[in-house]
């Protein structure tokens, strides 16, 4: 009945209706975990922090009905079942990966993924703040990265391998403040946000702003795919990043702080050990994609996002890193859905949200757990985004949530879960106005014909 799945749910007889109270008591138990109890005398929480209590009154709203998603009331107290569900994560870091470089989403949009990520007990919000084809972090040191690089004249029409451009200028960045009001009202939904600055690939945008920085000049990049220009390793060029990241740290509280490093054909690694360091002496963690294992020596705290399989993570481990798994297989959400001719703009291997469903991450034991990603080169707006990662996102914040158990019944039945999702967890998204990709395939206006797409 509820996604994520509680550890436990146990029904009774009868039912109750709802009045909005609920008793708060404390709960001697693992970070971010709670019982709740519904019971004729009323409703109890009992929760290990203000995590645990705010994960109860998400299941609390699961219970009412799809109506409790809606923006207002539309019907009277909601009733409830008599029940106890006993409920604590499995993963410290349950995340999903946000690109808003390739195509920049408004604040209005990006606060409702708060929203959304908090529905289902997700706690990280990665933002991609930067690539080739964009800026979007205000930058009061160095302005032209935010009014240069924040805007580029067209975009690539489809897959890069097939040609073809929009001829219509896209751009966008957020300010300073704008991130600060993201920031916070993620924290009330105990969910951290993630700030990355990828280097020294990925940089085209900034070098458009300052062509000094780049091997090469250029402007903003229309293309998609991995672009050859990266950072100089030039000292003037590490300083003035050091000045940027210093006015990251200064709106973003996070202990973590992403730093790229991947795709950087040429690049120089010690560019990134020098940020990595500059990172860990201002009491930070640098997280960084699998490619930086490669670079040379980084601080022992340095995370290690595990992209090309779970190998490199697997490695990372052995070093000493923490790690999140976030494999493309596995959980790149910007991949097509179906080897349907309707999939619109079909990139990349199938991944079905039975695939997702279905991911069980290596050494679930020892890692900080995993993250799902979503790159946005194919996806322009809101409703595009919707429809990549819903239901897939679903079936990701279970498998995050719940660990597999050796009891049949706590299995991961991907019938048992199309069956949740159809009858209680699909609702739930209409009423919240979440265009997902319906289970039977995509709707009439999700498709794109004449796109072209590239699937492996």
Known sequence: MI???PVSFTRGEGSIVFDGTVDVRPYD????????????????????????????????????????????????PPTLPVCVVEDRPRFAW??????????????PDLLRYVDLLAVHKLNVLHLHLTDDQGW???SKK?????????WRPSSRYGDRRRGGQTGRPHGGYYTQDDLREVVAYAAQRHITVVPEIDVPGHSQAAIAAYPELGVSGGGVWTDWGVNPNVLKADESTVDFYRQVFDELLDVFPSEVVGLGGDEAEGGDGRFVCRIAQHLAQRGRRPFGWDEVLGVGPLPTRTVIASWRGEDPGLTALGRGHDVVMCPEEHVYLDYRQSDREDEPIPVGTVLTWEDVYAYEPAAADEVLGAQANLWTEHLDSPRRLDYAAFPRLCAFAEVVWTPVSADPDRSRNPDEFRSRLAEHHLPRLDALGVEYRPLSGPRPWQVLPGVPGHPR
Do not use: C, N, W
């Open 136 to 138: 979007r972090f205000e």
């Open 29 to 76: 138990g693992p970070p971010e975990s709670y019982r709740l109890t519904v019971g004729f005398e009323g409703v109890t929480v009992e929760a290990a922090d203000a995590a645990g209590e705010f994960y109860a009154r998400q299941t609390l709203r699961q219970l009412s009905g799809p109506d409790a998603f809606r923006a207002a009331p539309i019907g009277g």
């Open 3 to 5: 996604i994520p799945k």
């Open 142 to 150: 160095f302005p032209r990265l935010h009014e240069v690089g924040g």
């Open 94 to 107: 349950r995340g999903l990966m946000l690109d808003v470089a390739r195509h920049f989403l408004p604040k």
